[in-house]
Structure formats: structure tokens, C-alpha cells
């Protein structure tokens, strides 16, 4: 198989390195070579955070290109669009529905755009999850990564029960009940 | 079996299956992993030491003593480790003895771009380069069994895209963690200029021998497509060259960074038509090939600066475009780091603003005071240079100058190295004012202890380091404990240690909000009738604070209400969510 590759977009402690790490133990335990790289340090305090996933049957580099990504899965609207130039042609963006303005927005020397929705639309497959509100609904608003998940494996030709034993696999068991939850809310509203 | 690791995983699980014994380390991005990963293995003793050079002394002894042993650090803690690390070449090793050091192309975390390359010339010792998390296993590995091959001490050189990068790793048993016998040696272990001008002769030996088994070893690996341009290359760039150019090329993957093999570059660049260097930061590669007198493409076509990427390298070696892409129709607002929702620093920032000082700033995540909105930081040098820095600017600018002048330096960075700087103030009679923002923890590299938080890097209670006590101790006899979120207080303690004329400490105490066992009750929220729209709130640079439709609003999903907006509020317009 060709790589596939995917890039986790958010903000600095939203939780993307969780959502990593379940998909990354998904495509592995499915036999496939993978490679992801991480943000650490600086960055994850509340600055833009990008990571790369990528698998097939064998991967070199671990980082993402312009235009190469097949899927984004962003945990911001802003990030969403910041990261369209590394979208192929043709490929899917999977996006929370929250926006949080960076500082140059709050400190008011720049707007936060008002028509993300409409420029992503234009170049892409776009699926828009109201991830915080979901999250709320399965009770843990830290749950919204694992509802993006659910969003993303209802877009995605990965069989659900592997997502599933991934989440049972990395997922504490006492906050397993409440993050299956949000996952399954997740990908009714990705279908 | 098989294992998706970090590199820095994968480089403790070497460690381990090395049978290192001890691992002493100062963290550092990207490099901390390691050490904090190597704490899963009990055979393993592992410490977090007040800073790299201590670190790698604990290290150097452990290996006199027999055992192996490894100090990590970043590219610019091997500034620091230096010191030890230059005179060990001479002395060698009993257990093996490996510096990991993750060098930061791109500067995702880092205050310069350094590439410590030079430092394997310059202190005449080995270095490795692993290109993926299973080299940084296997070079790991290698590099302690090459430790007492040669009787040196090995660098592993790492990179923010080795390090943070996941990949598979094929798992093996530990061995080789026999502690071997200890003899007292003068001449090898005492460096005085009797014995270390015969070690040097040692040393030079050695290079020789190493520069000889670089021709042989298989860390060098010659790939060979047949193909017209011959391209050399070590660590990440290689996975990028080979991400780009695939079978097109062929390769020569230096896995031996140095010294490196002379002979073999001829052979392999004498069945090239077109040979190319694909090294991010500095033309180390590039320098010692031309040296040869074998013509190369190097900087010329590349970069100094940052990480390379593979579409890079495929524009620079064949020409050829990448993917098409979307191109930003506007500029986007970009989104920096900050201060995180509930940051005792804010509120230290927010009081050193208002009050008009010059900030003498240092390393960690209050370097953010320099960042819009609070601007309030002057200088960042390195770690410890808050204190020492601020010494000299009240050297040269006198007394009214040094009355508007302070120091803000974090609990780990003031155990590393601002203790000495303070020692320099009292010692020269400076009267300068440094504040110690105390938020009990590591905070920038994610979270370790220190000797300040009375924890081992297992979470064992130890003894702490009193920071008032230390303070007296050296000679400071204004030393004033106070709680920057009492804003009030605070901003009266700092005009008065200021005003002083002698040296004084301010110890700025609140936990880091990100510490699990801080925690705010309820939410902060803006009372629509009493705000009166003045944005004073807007000022601390909370990301949680924004400005939508005419209004503030507090974001729930950020605030984690630790209440500083409260306090500053003039018309007491915010409060707590019922
Ligand atoms: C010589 C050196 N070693 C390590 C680092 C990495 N580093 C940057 S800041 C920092 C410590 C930050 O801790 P602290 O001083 O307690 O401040 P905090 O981040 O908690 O506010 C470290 C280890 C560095 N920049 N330079």
C-alpha cells in the first residue's frame, strides 16, 4: 500500500497527542510500518500544534509535505485552515467546530477569519463535528479528541472494532465508559 | 518483539539493553524523554541533576567506578556539560559512557540553533547519528559497547525529528551490566599536565584507530542503485533524501558522524558523476568532503538554517516541484505560545509592566513575558543569565538605573545556574533585585522536579532545597516570600526591594496550574452590567479572556479560574461562574 498520511492539528493542550497515539496503535497493530511525529516542549503552551501520522508498507520520512496530507483532523477552525496547504487534492478535513482566538486576535492586531468554513469547503471534503458540545453530552468535556476520533473512523474505511480495542488498549479503564461514549456520539455525527 | 517507540524511547530502551547503570541528566526539549522513559527500568538508576554538568560528572564517575552510564541533554546543555565532557576524552572510561545530546533544527524549543556536531571534532570523541527510533535502539547499544572498544566516552547525536519521532523498534534482552573493577590509575584518571600531556598522545592515537574502523564498520552504509549522483548523508536528512529521491540516487549514510571515513567518501564518490551533501544545520559533512578536493553540492543548493524537508531536497537535487498545494489567500492570524490559562507568571509580569521595570530575563516559560500582550521582558540569554547580566547592566548604568531593574528567574533555572550569579551580586557588592518565580515544578520542559520540590524524578520525597535559606546563606539579607496572585502585596514588595540598597530576593510562590493538585473552584465569568468595557482584564494576556461582539467573554472551555482576573478587575465586574 501506497502511505497514507495524516496530519492532528490543534491547539497546545487540547489533547491531540492522545488522539495520536490511539490511531498510531490502530494502523500498527494492523501490520502497516508507521511513523508519527510529536510537538514537544515550547509549542504545547497553547501555541498551534502539528502532528504527522503516517503508514504503509514502509515510511521514510516521519514529517508531512505540502499538499500530501490525505486527511486532516483539526482540533481548531484557525488550525484547520492553517494546515490546508498541506491538504492534497481531493483530500478530507475532518474539524472541530471551536473557535479560540490566538493572542494576536485578543490583544486585537489581527481578526480571527470569518469564513474558515467557506475556504475549506472550497478546497475540500468537510466535515464539520461539535466536538466540546458532544463531549459535554458524554459527560467529560476532555473527551472532545476521542469524539473527533469517532468522526474521523466514520469517514475513514478502518473497521470500527479496531478503534474501538485501541481506545480499550490506551485508554485509563476508569475513564474508558465516558471516552467510548464520546466516541460513538463522534461517529454518528461523522456518518 | 516489536514496539512503536519515540527516539528518545528508543534510545533508554538501548541504554537498557546495554546494561546501563546509571542515567543522570538535566532535561532539556528534545532530549528529556529519554531520561524520563529510562525510570520504567529498575535496573536503571536514574537522577535529574541540578544541571548538565553535574549530570555528566555523575556520569564520568559511574563509569570510573564500572559502571556504564549515560548523561542526555539538549544541544545547548552540552554548553554547559562541556567542561568534563572535553577532559574525559583524555581520560577515557572504565564502563562504557555515552552523552546523548538532541540538537534543535527549526528551534521548536530552543534559544539558539547550535549544531553540536562541531564539539565530536573538538573534544575528539566518536559520535553516532541514528536516523529512526530502531537505530537509536541499536546505535545506543553500540555506543556503549564502542565506549570500551576504544576507551572513549561516545556521543550520540540526536534531532527534534529523531527524538519526537515514533517509530518501530525491535526489542532485546539487557546484558553487558557486569560492574567492572575499579584501580586506582593516576596517570589515566588524575588530569594534571604531567598526565593529561601523555593522555593527549593517547587521544590522538585513538582518533587514528577510530578514523580507521569508520572505513570498516557497518554505522556507514554504501547504498548502491547504479545511479549517476551519489548523495551523503547521517540522521533524519537521510529519511528525507530517501523520502524524495528514493532509488534514483545512490547513498552514503554516515551512522558514525565522526570521526568520518575518508577513503570510503573516494571510493563512493569516484562512481558518482554528481555528488550532493544533505546535512541540516552547519556543512560539517560538506567541509571535511571538499577537504578531500572531491567537488560537492552542499549549502549552495540547502540551507543553514532550520529542518530541511523532503520537497527541498527534491527541488535542490533533481529540480523537480512537489505536490501542488493551496496557497493562504490572506495572511491568518498566527497563534504563538502563551502563558497558560491560571500562570503564576502572569500575574509577576502583569505587576513588573505596571510598575515601568527593565526585566533581566531568563530561560523557561516565563521567557513568554516577552510576548505580546505583556511585553515585559528584556533580555534572554541563557540559562542563569537573568541574575549575572543584570549585575553588569547595574555596573554600567549605576544605582537610579538599577532601582527600575530586576531579575526573573524560575526555580530550575536558579538551582542550574543563577545561584552563582546571585553569589557574584553579594560577593561585588551589587544591590540588585531578583525574583525566583517559584512555581514548584520544571515547568517548560513538561514537567520535572528539582531539587527545589523536594521530589526524585520517582516521585520519592527528598530533602528541598530551602530557597531563603540558600538566599541567606550567600549573603542576601533581604529575602521576601510572597504570592504573586495577592497582586497588591506583591507590587508593594517589589517597589520596596527595589527602592533598597542592597541585594534582594523576591520569591514569587504559586504553583504551576498544570500541577494536578492545583485546582480553582468554579469558572470565572464577566458580569454584563458591571463591566464597563475598560479591556483591563484583557491586558494579562489570558487566553481565556477575548473580546466578541462588543463585549469580554470568558471562554469556560480555557478559564481554569484561578481568579487573577478578578483581582485586577477595578470595577470588580468578574466573578466566579455559580
Ligand atoms: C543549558 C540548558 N539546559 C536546558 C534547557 C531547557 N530548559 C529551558 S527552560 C528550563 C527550565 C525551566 O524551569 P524553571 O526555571 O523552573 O521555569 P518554569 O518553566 O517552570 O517557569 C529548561 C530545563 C536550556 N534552555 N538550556
Redesign the pocket.
Known amino acids: 500500500m501506497s502511505t497514507k498520511n495524516i496530519m492532528i492539528t490543534g491547539v497546545g493542550g487540547q489533547g491531540t497527542l492522545l488522539a495520536v497515539r490511539i490511531l498510531a496503535h490502530i494502523v500498527q497493530e494492523m501490520g502497516y510500518d508507521v511513523k508519527v511525529s510529536e510537538v514537544h516542549g515550547m509549542s504545547q503552551r497553547g501555541g498551534s500544534v502539528v502532528t504527522y501520522l503516517k503508514y504503509g508498507d514502509k515510511v521514510y520520512s516521519p514529517i508531512i509535505g505540502l499538499g500530501e496530507a490525505d486527511t486532516i483532523l483539526s482540533f481548531e477552525k484557525l488550525e484547520a485552515l492553517r494546515c490546508l496547504p498541506y491538504l492534497r487534492e481531493g483530500g478530507e478535513i475532518i474539524v472541530n467546530d471551536q473557535e479560540i482566538d490566538p493572542m494576536p486576535v485578543i490583544t486585537g492586531a489581527m481578526e480571527y477569519p470569518s469564513d474558515i468554513e467557506n475556504t475549506l469547503r472550497a478546497h475540500a471534503k468537510v466535515r464539520l463535528v461539535k466536538a466540546l458540545e458532544l463531549a459535554n453530552e458524554a459527560g467529560n468535556s476532555r473527551t472532545a479528541n476521542v469524539v473527533l476520533l469517532g468522526a474521523m473512523a466514520a469517514a475513514g474505511n478502518i473497521p470500527k472494532e479496531n478503534w474501538i480495542d485501541a481506545l480499550k488498549s490506551t485508554v485509563p479503564a476508569k475513564f474508558l465508559d465516558v471516552n467510548l461514549k464520546a466516541f460513538e456520539l463522534g461517529f454518528a455525527s461523522g456518518q | 518483539m516489536k514496539k512503536l517507540m519515540l527516539g528518545n524511547e528508543a534510545v533508554a530502551r538501548g541504554a537498557y539493553e546495554a546494561g546501563v547503570r546509571l542515567i543522570s541528566s538535566?532535561?532539556?526539549?528534545p532530549s528529556t524523554e529519554i531520561t524520563e522513559s529510562a525510570v520504567q527500568y529498575p535496573e536503571i538508576y536514574c537522577e535529574w541533576a541540578p544541571?548538565?554538568k553535574v549530570a555528566a560528572e555523575a556520569a564520568i564517575g559511574a563509569s570510573m567506578a564500572g559502571g556504564r552510564a549515560m548523561s542526555c541533554?539538549?544541544h545547548?546543555?552540552l554548553?554547559?556539560m562541556a567542561d568534563p565532557v572535553f577532559t574525559v576524552s583524555y581520560i577515557g572510561v572504565n564502563g562504557g559512557l555515552v552523552f546523548a545530546v538532541a540538537d534543535d533544527p527549526g528551534m521548536h524549543s530552543?534559544?539558539n540553533e547550535q549544531d553540536s556536531r562541531h564539539y565530536a571534532e573538538a573534544a575528539k570523541i566518536m559520535m553516532l547519528e541514528p536516523s529512526d527510533s530502531g537505530e537509536c535502539k541499536e546505535f545506543t547499544r553500540r555506543a556503549f559497547e564502542l565506549s570500551e572498544q576504544f576507551d572513549t566516552p561516545v556521543f550520540l547525536r540526536l534531532s527534534t525529528r529523531v527524538s519526537h519521532s515514533q517509530s518501530t523498534v525491535e526489542l532485546q534482552e539487557r546484558s553487558g551490566d557486569e560492574i567492572k573493577e575499579y584501580t586506582k590509575n593516576i596517570p589515566k584518571n588524575v588530569m594534571m599536565p604531567a598526565m593529561a600531556i601523555k593522555r593527549h598522545v593517547v587521544v590522538e592515537e585513538r582518533m587514528k584507530a577510530l578514523s580507521a574502523f569508520a572505513e570498516t564498520t557497518d554505522l556507514n552504509v554504501v547504498e548502491d542503485h547504479g545511479a549517476k549522483i551519489g548523495v551523503i548523508t547521517s540522521g533524519i536528512s537521510y529519511m528525507y533524501a530517501k523520502e524524495a529521491l528514493g532509488d534514483r540516487v545512490n547513498y552514503l549514510k554516515l551512522g558514525m558522524a565522526y570521526p568520518m571515513p575518508a577513503e570510503k567518501i573516494r571510493d563512493f564518490a569516484a562512481k558518482c558523476e554528481r555528488v550532493v551533501v544533505i546535512e541540516e544545520l552547519d556543512p560539517v559533512i560538506e567541509t571535511f568532503v571538499k577537504a578531500l578536493g572531491i567537488p560537492v553540492t552542499g549549502k549552495e543548493a540547502f540551507t543553514l538554517l532550520g529542518e530541511y524537508t523532503p520537497a527541498m531536497i527534491l527541488k535542490a537535487v533533481m529540480n523537480e516541484d512537489s505536490a501542488p498545494h493551496y496557497v493562504q489567500e490572506s495572511p491568518i492570524p498566527n497563534r504563538p505560545p502563551v502563558l497558560c490559562p491560571g500562570c503564576p507568571?502572569r500575574a509577576t509580569f502583569y505587576v513588573l509592566k505596571k510598575l515601568g521595570l527593565t526585566v533581566s530575563g531568563?530561560?523557561?516559560?516565563?521567557?513568554l513575558g516577552a510576548a505580546a500582550p505583556l511585553q515585559s521582558v528584556d533580555s534572554t540569554i541563557?540559562?542563569g543569565a537573568s541574575v549575572s547580566a543584570a549585575h553588569g547592566m547595574a555596573k554600567i548604568r549605576g544605582k537610579e538605573f538599577n532601582k527600575k531593574l530586576v531579575s526573573v528567574?524560575?526555580?530550575?533555572?536558579?538551582i542550574?545556574s543563577g545561584i552563582t550569579g546571585l553569589i557574584d551580586i553579594v560577593y561585588n557588592k551589587g544591590a540588585n533585585t531578583v525574583i525566583i518565580?517559584d512555581?514548584s515544578?520544571?515547568?517548560?520542559?513538561g514537567h520535572?522536579d528539582?531539587p527545589a520540590t523536594g521530589k526524585t524524578i520517582y516521585g520519592e520525597e527528598t530533602k528541598a532545597v530551602d530557597l531563603v535559606l540558600l538566599a541567606k546563606a550567600v549573603g542576601i539579607e533581604r529575602v521576601v516570600v510572597c504570592d504573586p496572585f495577592d497582586v497588591k502585596r506583591f507590587e508593594e514588595v517589589v517597589r520596596e526591594e527595589t527602592e533598597a540598597d542592597e541585594p534582594s530576593v523576591i520569591i514569587a510562590q504559586r504553583p504551576?496550574a498544570l500541577l494536578k493538585y492545583v485546582k480553582y473552584e468554579g469558572r470565572c465569568k464577566v458580569n454584563e452590567e458591571t463591566c464597563r468595557k475598560c479591556k483591563m482584564c484583557m491586558r494579562i494576556g489570558c487566553p481565556a479572556i477575548t473580546w466578541k461582539d462588543g463585549a469580554v467573554k470568558i471562554d469556560t472551555s480555557l478559564c481554569n479560574g484561578c481568579g487573577l482576573c478578578m483581582n485586577i478587575c477595578p470595577f470588580g465586574a468578574i466573578e466566579k461562574e455559580a
Not at chain 2, 531568563?362 to 521567557?367: E, S, V
Not at chain 2, 528567574?409 to 536558579?414: M, Q
Not at chain 2, 515544578?441 to 520542559?445: A, E, F, S, V
Open positions: 538535566y532535561p532539556g526539549t544541571n548538565e541533554c539538549k545547548v546543555g554548553n554547559v530552543s534559544q507568571h531568563d530561560i523557561g516559560c516565563y521567557t541563557c540559562m528567574i524560575g526555580d530550575s533555572t536558579f542550574h518565580l512555581n515544578i520544571t515547568g517548560m520542559t520535572q528539582n504551576c
